[in-house]
Structures are given as structure tokens and as C-alpha cells.
Nanobody, 114 residues
């Protein structure tokens, strides 16, 4: 059974940066596409970025050029480097394997505020 543990969130000022981590266990990590999602208060969970087993990436339009998704197959970990953060990026961030969704983890809170 796939388990996902997100970490790295926090409080940051507008324009700041954070790096989120997603540790994946219970699966053959290297063959899985992994994605980041986020859910702001009172809103649905939305796609943020995706990275395939071969390293191809996709981003939602509002984060292109500011967020970078990467993976370290040796560590079974996917990262989300977030720069130039805006208040509208405030949300709980989750990771998952979109081709076969696992149970959602606890997520990690990102708050962008002055």
C-alpha cells in the first residue's frame, strides 16, 4: 500500500520561497508519476504540478515559472521548489500518484502572508 508523507510547509512572506518534500513508500517509486495538489480553505483540491517517471513535468498555469517539481528516485522523494510566493498560494499541499490514487496524506500547510 502506497504511503505519502508531505513536509516542508510553513509561514513565509510574499516573494519568499519554500521547498516541499513528498516521501513515497510502499510502491515502486521510480515507475510512478507523482503530482502535487493544493487545497485552500473552502475550495476544492487542485492540481499544481506533475512529474513522470522519465522526468517530464507539467504545471498549472498560475505557478509556471515560479514552482519547480523534481524527484530523487534514490530517496523515493519528490520535491516542489516554490519561489516568488503569493498570498493566493496559501493552501494545504498534498502529493499523490495520479495514475492510481493512494490514500491522501496529512498534507503540509503553506501560508503566504506579511
Amino acid at each position: 500500500q502506497v504511503q505519502l508523507v508531505e513536509s516542508g510547509g510553513g509561514l513565509v512572506q510574499p516573494g519568499g520561497s519554500l521547498r516541499l518534500s513528498c516521501a513515497v513508500s510502499g510502491a515502486i517509486f521510480s515507475i510512478n508519476t507523482v503530482a502535487w495538489y493544493r487545497q485552500a480553505p473552502g475550495k476544492q483540491r487542485d492540481f499544481v504540478a506533475r512529474i513522470s517517471s522519465g522526468g517530464s513535468t507539467n504545471y498549472r498555469g498560475s505557478v509556471k515559472g515560479r514552482f519547480t517539481i523534481s524527484r530523487d528516485n534514490a530517496k523515493n522523494t519528490v520535491y516542489l521548489q516554490m519561489t516568488s510566493l503569493k498570498p493566493e498560494d496559501t493552501a494545504v499541499y498534498y502529493c499523490n500518484t495520479p495514475d492510481s490514487l493512494a490514500s491522501w496524506g496529512q498534507g503540509t500547510q503553506v501560508t503566504v502572508s506579511s
